[in-house]
């Protein structure tokens, strides 16, 4: 019989916050172990919670931006268990009533867009670290990262393969990057993601699900879920039963194992925070919020493709983020003849070197209007593609325009017939074999003719220009 496969997922992101959750320690990545932590975030008997509220905002943000119902009055809760690195003993969570409840994420799939529901997100704080690598039978324990401000986005059960899971994630990532509510950096644990992997036949209930814990790298959760998937199927074919329990998948190994046995809400003895009151928000703020959204990865994607002519490709890598679609608009204002060459000329060219060394566009040495000035220097035939390349690599290290490194470098284009003809007349000279072939039918070496004159020219000489004399001088 064939199996369906059934796949939930629990995406924990980082809020963009200077301070934590409930205190006001810095949540700064990489200080040493245990010097950002206070009262608050270590547990200390009497110390009382204070919410953050840039991420109650940020979590309404993201609510409106998947077209979620926003709670106007929502309630903390602590999720009680015992682990080294949670130091008061339980965290605060949601649990009965979230900020955010419901909302949807719009996929691409190879059979077309597929809407995947959002169950709800609810805000909480971070725990510590544990840390083991390098360590000899002992572990330690950070704590700079305990209370830092976390929402939870849980799906609901709609994704049936590793590629759906990796395409929610996808746009679910570029989604808070885009709108500044996180960082995202999966490297950093800004970004980690819990699956909950099922199978079934069709037609019958939902099966027993594993769930895969902490994963950050959109290749392993992919090759996480396969491996669950197939261990799943066969654990059943072979006359065995799958168990609730929660797996950390070894990628290393390709391999996931078992953790623990999988908890239920009531395990954690969940009950309202008694140093918290109801967090309450008012519809003026909710619809202060919406009113300062701006335009969203998705339409933006829309609108690149149907005014610019844009590929999908190329519309998707150009609103990853605010700065770089802000950043192509301003480089067709610059340069409205032709959107598609700003495009490539940007992802392709400018993005590509940016990075190679790890500069995002917001520190370019290279402005829009700079490399509009750029493009404008090709279509006037001052130089070549080809030479506008160096002239762009030159721009980058420089930062120097255009025109002053043309100016500096004499690479203005040679478009005189009359010192293309000169050029060809001695090329044809010299290479007598080489043109009685062509003349005899040979046409490939078309080409070689090209080269000769590009080199003579240093690449200096107008392609066009030159094959179109070529053709002349060389019928004979």
Known sequence: MSWEVVIGLEVHIQINSKTKAFCGCSTQFGAEPNTQTCPVCLGMPGQLPVLNGESVQKTILTGLAINADINLESRFDRKNYFYPDLPKGYQISQFTVPLVDGGYIDIPTKDGEKRIGVTRIHMEEDAGKSMHEGLEAVSHIDL???GVPLMEVVSEPDMCCADE?????KQLHQLIRFLNVSGGDMEKGQFRCDANVSVRHPGEPLGIRAELKNLNSFRFIKQAIDYEVMRQIELIEDGGTVVQETRLYDSVKGESRSMRSKEEANDYRYFPEPDLPPLRVSQAEVDAIRAGMPELPGALRKRFE?????SPYDADVLTQTRELSGWYEQLVAAHPQDPKRCANWMANELLGRLNEQGVDIAHSSVNAVALAALINRIDDGTISGKIAKDVLDAMIESGKTADAIIEE??????SDTG???AL???????SPQQVEQYRGGRDKLFGFFVGQVMKATKGQANPAVVNERLKVLLAG
Do not use: C
């Open 144 to 146: 700079n990262r305990s």
């Open 419 to 421: 010192a293309i003809d």
């Open 306 to 310: 149907g005014e610019y002519g844009l």
């Open 165 to 169: 899971a990796i395409a929610y994630l």
């Open 424 to 430: 060809i007349h001695d090329i044809i000279a010299a």
């Open 409 to 414: 470098k004499g690479l203005k284009q040679v």
